[in-house]
């Protein structure tokens, strides 16, 4: 989907919203929202739909209310309030349907309010608080995440060659790699941080990091073996003179055993 096309998209669904009497408001979020960037081909719409009490089933059984539901050849319900509705073209919709009271169940970051007809922004500058302040509180330690990032290395590696490769595999390319990434750029500077995601470490680290995440993407392009070796090789490179407690002694060990 082209920018132009996109663009109205979000028009037609803000108009459609704006237009019934049982919407509340309408909020864009991260690349609809068009704060710190803005959405290409690849991006899809997502968004919160907020009705008056007693609502919120229709619009999440019922597809009409979108724009061109004709064209609609998937509808998913995904979780109690959220969905996904992929069209024929390949683009998708990610969204979710709540009332004023339980809009509070939900986590945010970028957003931009499209429609507000009952002090929406008020609840939604509310939820934004509360989210980097639980996302704050839930930070775990420097000392946790390396860690996890050695232990999962070694379990990773030890299934690997017991022949469960495919735990083996997610281990290390992806249990270790999230906690690596968020060290990563928890410690590093870039004058692109505020472009990470504070809810999902790995959204747009090759931003912030480019040299580096062209790096991380072309090791895991190895198989695992050598992914785990190459990935403890580097955060011994980037985080040795960045936390003040590394584990020397842990990493020097756990390279030992995948080198073995």
Known sequence: ????????????????????????????????????????????????????????????????????????????????HGLKVLYGDGHLLEFAVFDLEEIHLAQINRYRVLVDKDDVTRHLEQIHAATLDQTRQSSPTDSNLMGQFLTNLLVGAGRYQRGERLSGTQFV????????????????????????????PFRRFEVAFPALGAEIDNILLHDTPFAATALLALARRELAHHLPEFPTEAVETVLQHLEA
């Open 173 to 200: 390319k992806s249990h270790a790699l999230r906690h690596l990434i968020i060290l990563l750029a928890r410690h590093l500077p870039s004058e692109n941080k505020a472009r990470l995601d504070n809810l999902d």
């Open 1 to 80: 989907m082209t920018p132009e096309l996109y663009a109205q998209f979000t028009e037609e669904l803000q108009r459609r919203l704006e237009a019934d009497p049982r919407v509340v408001g309408l909020v864009a979020l991260g690349s609809m929202a068009a704060r710190d960037y803005l959405p290409d081909r690849w991006s899809d719409h997502d968004f919160f739909v907020i009705v008056h009490p007693g609502e919120q089933e229709p619009f999440r059984t019922d597809t009409s209310w979108l724009p061109s539901s004709e064209r609609i050849v998937l509808h998913l319900r995904e979780t109690e």
